[in-house]
């Protein structure tokens, strides 16, 4: 045991002094070209922040027909359900894999519907049923998904939006087939 120890302990200090030597290195090579070195590290890093862009901005270029058409429908007064609906179009809209359809679209529909948790006090918070369907058209009868129930208050709000959408690309990746064409 003490022999590794003793070895491990001879391998660091052999490879300790290398380090500061190798950059003392970097440096003079720098200085030759006539660059300060954090000069050529601005640089370095500067180029593989463009690149990672780059590679960004190709991904949320999604071809239109590849993004699942989604439409969202609102049933009901209460207010936070309209909010609600609002943050999921929102989400929707921003989103790479998806695009607001309208009505009549083939499309993934959405159908919210959220009543007051309390009648007294609607500000307090709501309950909701979200269902999702698929639909060929504005004529004809749409199919059933899967729905969902839930509890909604003024803090949640954004996040239950997001937990929705989350849940439709869910939905839209087990149901593609539906909208080949």
Do not use: H
């Not at 500061?20 to 890093?45: F, H, N, R």
């Amino acid at each position: 045991m003490t022999t590794r120890c003793l070895v491990c302990v001879l391998l660091l200090a052999l490879m300790l002094p290398c380090g500061p030597a190798l950059a003392q290195q970097a440096g003079a090579k720098a200085v030759e070209t006539g660059q300060k070195p954090e000069a050529k590290a601005d640089q370095k890093a500067a180029k593989a922040e463009n690149k990672t862009e780059a590679k960004a901005e190709k991904k949320r270029e999604v071809p239109d027909k590849e993004r699942v058409p989604v439409f969202v429908e609102t049933v009901g007064e209460d207010p936070l359900g309209q909010r609600l609906a609002l943050e999921l179009r929102e989400a929707l809209r921003t989103s790479a894999g998806f695009k607001l359809a309208k009505a009549g679209d083939k499309a993934l529909r959405v159908r919210l519907l959220a009543v007051p948790e309390f009648r007294d006090r609607p500000q307090l918070g709501s309950a909701f049923a979200v269902t999702w369907l698929f639909s060929e058209g504005g004529n004809v009868l749409s199919y059933y998904l899967e729905s969902e129930l839930g509890l909604l208050d003024e803090t949640r709000l954004k996040a239950e939006a997001q937990t929705l959408i989350a849940r439709t690309d869910e939905l839209a990746g087990r149901f593609a087939y539906l909208f080949a064409e």
